[in-house]
């Protein structure tokens, strides 16, 4: 992130994620580690603007004697906020411990907790990174154009309540980042370093990758977002249809940048009016929401 506040563009990414609605009660899962307690840290920065009603919660699966700090390092955080935490044990057993199993035991503990808080949203902390991992593993099970959409920014967890990814199109260097800028503590699981699991083994090999590829999370990210939302059929899917169209007839504009043609996106969309700058010497006019002039 660059610029004198680039912790002020992690937060801007939140909004512009738009997976959470203003006036929610949100459970915010908070594992003590530098990403779900940036997450938190975020949605507090952004409670008031948001009207967000902000808990959090706590799971230890008791795979690890160190469980404990996290338990401490969620409990600041929470006390930073000044918002309730609910921690809970689901200690399952070593032999029956994959990722799949501690998950779907993690989301029964976060859905009973949001039901008990009458939350309509239990928010976790999956960013850029994780997209691609999901992305290029439903790549090499042969995947069609639901695993190409990667993670949804919302989806349904219980009833009444949904599991909600604002991160996606943050780097989990920008995360580290803002508990540093912002001072508060994190710990670190030993077990992302378990190479035997899969999706240990593809963050291992696109760490290779990304030096020569600085873009590559944000370029998958930005990826799974357009097919999910052509999928949906959303009223931003055709907005950018059409200024699809407009550059296809204008060869001039056939190298523009896509975060170029999503600011003229959202401000058409929002019924906005401004001149837009879509490459060197060539400007998009809208008005009111409407393309005007180039």
Not at 24 to 42: H, I, K, N, Q
Not at 69 to 92: G, H, I, K, S, W
Not at 151 to 174: F, K, N, S, T, W
Not at 251 to 261: E, G, M, Q, R, T
Request: hydrophobic share 40%; charged share 30%.
């Amino acid at each position: 992130m660059r610029g004198t506040h680039p912790e002020r563009a992690i937060e801007q990414l939140v909004l512009q994620s738009e997976a959470l609605r203003s006036g929610e009660r949100v459970v915010v899962a908070c594992s003590g580690g530098p990403d779900s307690v940036a997450l938190a840290a975020l949605l507090g920065a952004l409670r008031t603007k948001l009207d967000l009603d902000l808990s959090l919660a706590y799971v230890n699966h008791g795979t690890r004697d160190s469980a404990w700090q996290d338990e401490c390092v969620a409990m600041r955080v929470a006390a930073n906020l000044r918002a309730p935490l609910d921690a809970f044990d689901a200690v399952v057993e070593r032999k029956e411990a994959s990722e799949g199993v501690l998950r779907d035991a993690r989301y029964a503990i976060l859905t009973e907790v949001a039901r008990r808080r009458n939350a309509s949203a239990v928010a976790v902390a999956h960013h850029a990174e994780d997209q691609t991992e999901t992305v290029l593993l439903a790549l090499f099970r042969g995947t069609g154009p639901d695993g190409l959409s990667g993670m949804p920014l919302r989806r349904a967890l219980g009833p009444g309540i949904d599991l909600v990814r604002p991160l996606l199109r943050v780097a989990a260097e920008d995360l580290r980042y803002y508990c540093h800028v912002s001072g508060l503590p994190y710990a670190i699981d030993p077990t992302n370093e378990r190479r035997a699991l899969r999706r240990n083994a593809v963050r291992s090999a696109l760490e290779g990758l990304r030096p020569d590829f600085p873009g590559l999370d944000e370029a998958v990210a930005r990826a799974a977002e357009l097919v999910a939302s052509e999928r949906s059929g959303s009223a931003r899917a055709g907005l950018r249809k059409k200024v699809r169209e407009l550059l296809r007839e204008e060869a001039s504009l056939s190298n523009v940048d896509f975060s170029h043609v999503e600011i003229a996106v959202r401000a058409m969309e929002s019924g906005g009016t401004g001149r837009f700058l879509m490459k060197k010497g060539v400007t998009l006019r809208v008005e009111a929401g409407h393309r005007k002039d180039r």
